[in-house]
């Protein structure tokens, strides 16, 4: 069995206010793709932002691999090996390709070049636009650059938010073709989608989230076949009708 590379354990979390999240407790592995899903509001996206350390947990602990780092910033996040992809303004829209990549890898001591060079190989699109500025790319494009820029840093955990939100079918194929294939390189990958058939199919674990806490677990093609999950989250089968978002 692979490696737990990300664990979290009673984590609550808000905005100053009721906690969004209370004692929410996930895990994810290396070579793995681990999703939330849930009803709208149901606190996803506030997860993702506090083990990214955008958001202070007022309880719980965030581990990555054996290193505790429940309430670093974001910057100090990457360093520990956790890159975060938000949903929104995710590029720099008035850098090129290249230039964002570059970006990417600021924490790295030696190698950018290389580091680069193997993104361009994973995404294959982006060199024939790396000297393009990020605002021309199309949706799918922009997001692919979002996820090669988080994987600059080479990390152990990679947080994904709604990566194919607002994008046509064929593009969400794409996008989640090239969430495959970061698996396959060793990433823990923790995805939030909306997408939920579509999410559940690719993923090795997922956790439903409803009202800030955890409701049911399993691997994604258990929750597919869950009766309960279909009827309440899902919906007849149309992937375009499931009331799920972030």
Do not use: C
Request: charged content about 20%; hydrophobic content about 40%.
């Amino acid at each position: 069995m692979s490696e737990i590379v990300l664990s979290v354990q009673g984590l609550t979390a808000g905005y100053g206010g009721p906690p969004i999240i209370e004692g929410v407790s996930i895990e994810a592995r290396s070579g793995a793709i681990t999703a939330l899903v849930g009803p709208n509001g149901a606190g996803k996206s506030t997860l993702l932002k506090t083990i990214a350390g955008a958001i202070r947990p007022s309880a719980g602990s965030i581990r990555v691999g054996d290193r505790d780092v429940t309430g670093l910033p974001p910057e100090k996040m990457v360093r520990e090996g956790l890159a975060y992809v938000p949903q929104v303004e995710n590029v720099f829209p008035s850098l090129t390709v290249h230039e964002n990549l570059e970006m990417g890898g600021y924490t790295r001591s030696a190698g950018v070049r290389e580091r680069v060079e193997r993104m361009f190989e994973l995404f294959p699109d982006l060199r024939t636009a790396a000297k393009r500025p990020a605002r021309t790319l199309s949706g799918g494009q922009r997001n692919m650059l979002a996820l090669a820029r988080g994987l600059m840093v080479d990390p152990r955990v990679l947080l994904i938010d709604e990566p194919t939100a607002g994008l046509a079918p064929r593009y969400e194929s794409v996008v989640w073709e090239h969430v495959l294939a970061v698996r396959e390189t060793g990433v823990a990958v923790l995805v939030v989608e909306q997408n939920t058939r579509r999410t559940l199919s690719h993923a090795d674990w997922a956790y439903l989230l409803t009202l800030g806490r955890i409701r049911l677990e399993g691997s994604g093609p258990s929750l597919l076949e869950n009766e309960e999950v279909v009827a309440l989250y899902i919906g007849g089968g149309q992937q375009g009708a499931e009331p799920i978002s972030s």
